[in-house]
């Protein structure tokens, strides 16, 4: 993750001290502090060490020491970036006695030996190692901004403050640390080497014997880095701290690395920093260097390897698309506001316009019109009417084109909301009505045609059969009607006597 801060709070955390430190990306030193872990665990201790920390608007860097990792100078077939992180995961695990689960990898980019080759820096540390630290940091109530390495800090560091270019012979730096030391390599302004020497100030102070074991050390690690390298070795080597136990440790390697230049360079002498954060030096980290965890702060947004969890990455990226999702969300409701606004305004103002002119000026033409409509309404009621009772003459037409010579009708009842029609008459015989059924059946005009009752009865000294028939206008000859309160208003009730 690319860091954008341009203040950071650094965070060294060990089984014995825990470190922390306010820096700016220019330089500056801003607030110092070290605790010891007693019983309490390094929780407390970290609470301890922020008090009086603007934590706001900070990046939070956790520092991860070389005493912790693993390095390994590798050419790698590919100069894709994805690729080369893939086949660094796969080799990892050969280089430590870890499973691939276990570890976290990074790399620091060296150089292209040969097209389609990189050589890199393989960088493998416990992967639960760097949790536990985090979750410390976690329970502290920060949020992580990134994981470094403390040599590449280093290296960079000292690269910058000794304006060393690319194209200068690598430069090895020595830090000495209380418990260890880091042996650092740096070539072409790139952490090239990182070897932890397990020999610190403690052990020069109280061991004869340590300081001719860590001049062993160091000439292994000078023979291991030519021949992983191919590079030639570091004519140059800097000594970052001038702690009383380290008096004479410059001329003894010029003694056994003949043709070397060996300097003091105290890191503290290269240190922006205000009084108080001089008074911690000299009062805290007199037998103690700050350097791993101010120097990382100072080039954090230049270094290149980092250690962190992949979930963590994960978690990153689904917040950094929810930003800029939400970014997106808030630029479409700008717009639509933007846009109603627009649309608002130009209806508000042809909305005054349509008030000030043309309605007032059109206001008796509008009252002409409105009775124009009125009267149309009426109009159409009366229209619905009269094709009402068009069809209801249809119906009387067709009943008197179906009806034989001997039946005679004496009732023809039509119900206009429903369409029924209901039919009472006599025939000479039974038959004839049933006759008389069937034809009303056949006819396009009506459907459903049902015998509701048949009886005989005696009419002029004749028998006659009597009779009730129900059925229903067609669907397709029914007419939309008209509203029945306006009907009622308009038309008499359609019953026909007929004898």
Not at 147 to 176: H, S
Not at 241 to 252: E, I, P, S, V
Not at 388 to 412: K, Q
Request: aromatic residues 6%.
């Amino acid at each position: 993750m690319k860091l954008k801060q341009s203040r950071f709070i650094s965070i060294s955390i060990s089984s014995a001290v825990v470190k922390t430190a306010l820096v700016q990306s220019s330089g500056l030193v801003e607030k110092l502090a070290r605790r010891d872990v007693d019983k309490s665990g390094p929780d407390a201790a970290l609470r301890v060490a922020l008090e009086g920390f603007p934590v706001k608007g900070a990046g939070v860097l956790c520092v991860i020491p070389g005493d912790v990792a693993t390095t390994k100078i590798l050419e790698v077939p590919s100069a894709d970036r994805e690729e080369i992180e893939s086949i660094l995961a796969l080799q990892a695990s050969r280089h430590t006695p870890f499973n691939k689960d276990e570890i976290l990898t990074s790399y620091i980019k060296l150089g292209v030996p040969k097209p389609n080759f990189t050589r890199v820096l393989l960088i493998v540390v416990k992967r639960e190692t760097v949790k536990d630290k985090l979750a410390i940091i976690k329970r502290a109530g920060l949020d992580i901004s990134s994981v470094l390495f403390v040599p590449e800090g280093i290296a960079r560091f000292y690269t910058e403050v000794y304006k060393i270019k690319k194209t200068d012979a690598p430069v090895a730096i020595i830090d000495v640390g209380m418990q260890s030391t880091n042996f650092i390599v740096a070539s072409q302004c790139l952490l090239s080497m990182s070897r932890n020497i397990p020999i610190g100030l403690e052990h020069l102070a109280i061991d004869a014997e340590s300081p001719a074991q860590m001049l062993n050390d160091i000439k292994a690690s000078l023979d291991a880095y030519e021949h992983e390298s191919g590079d030639r070795k570091p004519a140059r080597f800097l000594i970052t701290t001038n702690h009383m136990a380290l008096a004479g440790l410059d001329t003894k390697i010029s003694e056994v690395l003949t043709g070397t230049k060996v300097e003091l360079a105290p890191y503290t002498n290269f240190l922006q920093a205000n009084k108080a954060v001089k008074d911690v030096l000299a009062r805290s980290f007199a037998d103690d260097s700050a350097l791993d965890v101010i120097a990382p702060a100072i080039v954090a947004v230049k270094c290149q390897a980092e250690l962190v969890p992949q979930d963590i990455k994960d978690q990153w990226a689904i917040a950094e698309k929810g930003k800029a999702t939400y970014a997106a969300g808030v630029l479409v409701i700008l717009l639509l506001l933007s846009v109603g606004g627009a649309l608002m305004s130009k209806v508000y103002y042809k909305d005054a316009f349509l008030n000030k002119n043309l309605i007032a000026k059109f206001a008796d033409q509008r009252k002409e019109v409105s009775n124009i409509e009125n009267l149309i309404r009426k109009t159409q009621v009366l229209r619905d009417y009269m094709a009402d009772r068009d069809l209801s003459l249809e119906a009387i037409r067709e009943l008197y084109r179906l009806t034989p010579e001997d039946i005679y009708l004496n009732n023809i009842s039509m119900d206009d909301a429903t369409g029924s029609i209901t039919v009472q008459g006599a025939a000479t015989t039974m038959s004839h009505v049933f006759t008389f059924v069937t034809a009303l059946e056949s006819s396009d005009l009506f459907e459903g045609v049902k015998t509701k009752s048949t009886s005989t009865k005696k009419d002029r000294d004749k028998t006659v059969a009597t009779f009730e028939l129900v059925m229903q206008l067609s669907k397709s000859e029914v007419n939309v009607k008209p509203n029945p309160a306006e009907a009622a208003a308009a038309a008499p009730d359609k019953s026909v006597q007929a004898k």
